[in-house]
């Protein structure tokens, strides 16, 4: 091999390994468009005990600062309970037509069933009604998290009975509610829920089996889904005109190279991620033969006499299979992955995939280690959704970036908008059926168990000041014209950008 060989194989690999912006496209988006943003009840709300609300698991969880790394809780947050119109103010001034929020299970039903709470269902009236008067629409989730604690003493996701429970809660919601909401989500990300609430037991409610419970309570949250959308499928929908669907977390996995094995790999990431609650709901009523097969497997030489993953019944199958009206994805990142054997003597979700994923070093990283930047994921796992479940209605129900200094010139997040927006809008272009786009998040509010140090907002909060106010970035006024545009303006210096 020559010198100028050398040099073009190197070039050649560095082309392939080192991520570069693609070109951006000068379009719009369909007329009708839904653009929003989102946040969680129990990481805005505060009111953590106001006016009759029950306990929460995530009020238990949060009670212990060792569960917390700056020691905070979500008891005050963003006090939305009270400051509701600050928040209003601040959608209004984005011009978004939406807002994506969700209800606290526990200040409806302080014990999860049975006995209502009037003032909770009083404070999110009062919400809808703000938000209609200023123009923007509501789309509920249903569970972002918050489990009433008196039906975790009960088992929680682990008890089948949980199907009912939430049923129970989502008619109560359509009843009161659902004359102003046309867009329900009954539950955001089950992968959290599941892998980390009843696998790694990571977050609450902290329980551990991962290899076990994580699937069982995995079952048991999509057949809780599927009642909730049966039940407003027959009683509701026919004169409340609205849409229900599930919110589904998917990060993007490409093979590390081209090796048949690991591009392999990369498809049974996303199939044991996304094809596990999607595969069931939006293809054949069932979990993808890859996760079937993989689990079966190794629960077998682990000496179990049936597979640790669940099984749907006939009549369970025929109850899920179709039970959503479009699919809601949460998408924020990317993967590199490759095929790796795991030790056969841990039990564990994670493990049974037989891989290994890393984020790739060239990316721009963001302050979270799992969060770098690659819009390009946004485009290919919107394909991978309509090629492998027949072509749904998506709505991304969060996108977005954290920084932990906060500043108001979050150049960061301006890029992170603009690309991966995008990039959606490519998408779109290709033929995928997208309709809305919630931001991730309104403002800087409770980021779990990172407490306040980790920033996703558009708007900033000073959390040490009791008034609480909402202060604009850069990145909200980027995103406003990006709404007020309607998509990207050829026209534009420095692609709409206000910095
Ligand atoms: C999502 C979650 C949100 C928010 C976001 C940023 O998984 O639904 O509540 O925390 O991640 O980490």
Not at 24 to 39: G, H, I, S, V
Not at 53 to 66: A, F
Not at 247 to 274: C, H, M, S
């Amino acid at each position: 091999m020559n010198w100028t060989s050398v040099l073009l194989l190197a070039l050649s690999t560095l082309a392939v390994s080192i991520y570069v912006d693609e070109p951006l496209l000068y379009d719009t988006f369909p007329p009708d468009f839904m653009w929003a943003t989102a946040t969680s009840a129990y990481q805005i709300e505060g009111g953590w005990d106001a006016d009759g609300k029950g306990l929460s698991i995530y009020d238990v969880w949060m009670n212990d600062s060792n569960h917390v790394t700056d020691g905070t809780s979500g008891k005050v947050a963003c006090n939305s309970y009270y400051f509701y119109e600050k928040d209003i103010e601040a959608l209004r001034s984005l011009g978004v037509s939406y807002y994506r929020f969700s209800i606290s299970w526990a200040r409806v039903l302080p014990d999860g069933i049975g006995r209502i709470n009037q003032p909770g269902i009083d404070y999110y009236k009062r919400l809808i009604a703000a938000l209609k008067a200023a123009n923007i629409q509501p789309m509920v989730t249903l569970y972002h998290w918050d489990l009433p604690q008196a039906l975790e003493l009960m088992g929680g996701w682990l008890n089948p009975s949980i199907a009912d429970w939430f049923e129970e809660y989502a008619r109560l919601c359509y009843t009161e509610f659902g004359n102003d909401v046309k867009y329900w989500i009954t539950i955001n990300e089950p992968w959290v829920i599941a892998y980390q609430g009843y696998g790694s037991g990571n977050t609450a409610p902290g329980t551990y089996g991962p290899g076990t419970f994580t699937y069982q309570a995995g079952h048991h949250i999509i057949l809780a889904h599927a009642k909730a959308y049966r039940a407003y499928e027959t009683q509701f929908k026919p004169t409340q005109q609205g849409k229900v669907g599930i919110t589904v977390n998917i990060n993007w996995y490409d093979p590390k190279d081209d090796q048949l094995e690991n591009i392999e790999a990369a498809e049974r990431a996303l199939q044991f991620l996304g094809g596990w609650i999607a595969n069931p709901i939006y293809g054949s009523g069932d979990y993808p033969d890859v996760m079937k097969q993989k689990v079966g497997d190794k629960s077998a030489q682990q000496g179990f006499n049936q597979s640790r993953l669940p099984e749907f019944t006939a009549e369970q199958k025929i109850l899920v299979r179709g039970s959503a009206d479009f699919f809601g994805l949460n998408y924020y990142t990317s993967y590199l992955t490759a095929n790796k054997i795991q030790d056969i003597s841990i039990i564990d979700y994670g493990y049974d995939q037989d891989i290994e994923s890393y984020s790739d070093p060239t990316c721009y990283q963001s302050s979270f280690d799992w969060l770098t930047i690659t819009p390009f994921g946004m485009r290919k796992t919107l394909q991978w959704i309509k090629d492998r479940f027949n072509d749904p209605e998506i709505i991304i129900t969060e996108n977005g970036i954290s920084d932990r200094a906060g500043n108001l010139d979050d150049v960061m997040r301006v890029y992170y908008y603009k690309h991966n927006i995008n990039s959606m809008l490519k998408a779109i272009k290709d033929g995928v059926r997208v309709t809305g786009y919630a931001a991730w998040s309104l403002m800087d509010n409770f980021e779990w168990g990172n407490g306040f140090t980790q920033k996703f907002g558009l708007f900033s909060i000073d959390f040490t000041t009791s008034d609480l106010n909402r202060t604009t970035k850069a990145s909200a006024r980027y995103y406003a014209k990006l709404v007020n545009d309607n998509g990207f303006m050829a026209d534009q210096p420095c692609n709409n950008s206000p910095i």
